[in-house]
């Protein structure tokens, strides 16, 4: 079955800073890769995914990688603020939804 | 309209016990999912049920059973409750890929 794994499992920047949080998978057959955020207490939402087709996606301050050859993506967070901090969880599926597995996740902490 | 709601919301139990926790999903979505979140907030997948199929996770114990009365619901049961059961339970569907998850149950078994 999937396994991801990611890494760092917690990173601390400053105010302003960038970050970037690293996942790999195992499964040449998944193509979907989202990125959740779950705040305190709260629902792991989706911030954003990229899927197999495409190398690179931006929504504003965050943007994912994706190397399909080495099977790895990534999370990159511009000008982070504060309420940026939570836990991230990358995730990667097949082409029906099945096996849908999360990594382990990143604690992430904006000072 | 919340699209995936699971109850109850907090669940506190004695060892041994049996409980479940009931999950919908108004999206329309064919796969819907058990997920278990321990205190150090591993997201780890129980089940996937699509379309009758179910997928299980092997390291999960029998004692936990999805029961799927449609497409639209998918049931926790769980038998003889231990301590270790004690976790956040998150019920999701997805259509072809995205996830959507329910607000979370938090079991407590004492």
């Known amino acids: 079955g999937e396994n991801v794994e990611q890494h760092p499992s917690t990173l601390s920047v400053q105010e302003g800073d960038s970050a970037v949080i690293k996942c790999t998978y195992s499964d040449s057959a998944s193509n979907y890769f989202p990125w959740y955020k779950q705040e305190l207490g709260k629902r792991p939402q989706l911030i954003i995914d990229?899927?197999?087709?495409?190398g690179e996606k931006k929504d504003q301050r965050i943007a994912v990688t994706l190397n399909k050859t080495a099977k790895h993506f990534s999370l990159h967070i511009t000008e982070t603020q504060p309420e940026d901090s939570a836990v991230y969880f990358c995730a990667a599926s097949g082409p029906y939804g099945q096996n849908f597995v999360f990594g382990p996740g990143t604690r992430f902490s904006v000072l | 309209d919340t699209a995936v709601s699971q109850t109850p919301k907090y669940l506190v139990t004695q060892m041994g016990n049996d409980k479940s926790i009931k999950c919908e999903q108004n999206?329309?979505?064919?796969?819907m999912y058990w997920y278990k979140q321990d205190s150090k907030k591993f997201l780890k997948i129980m089940f996937s049920y699509n379309n009758k199929e179910l997928i299980i996770n092997e390291t999960v114990p029998n004692r936990f059973s999805p029961k799927s009365p449609d497409k639209a619901h998918l049931n926790l049961h769980i038998n003889s409750l231990e301590l270790g059961d004690s976790a956040v339970y998150f019920c999701?569907?997805?259509?072809?890929?995205?996830?959507?998850f329910g607000q979370g149950t938090r079991l407590t078994v004492v």
């Open positions: 999206l329309g979505h064919d796969t």
């Open positions: 990229i899927r197999s087709n495409v």
């Open positions: 999701a569907s997805s259509q072809a890929q995205d996830a959507f």
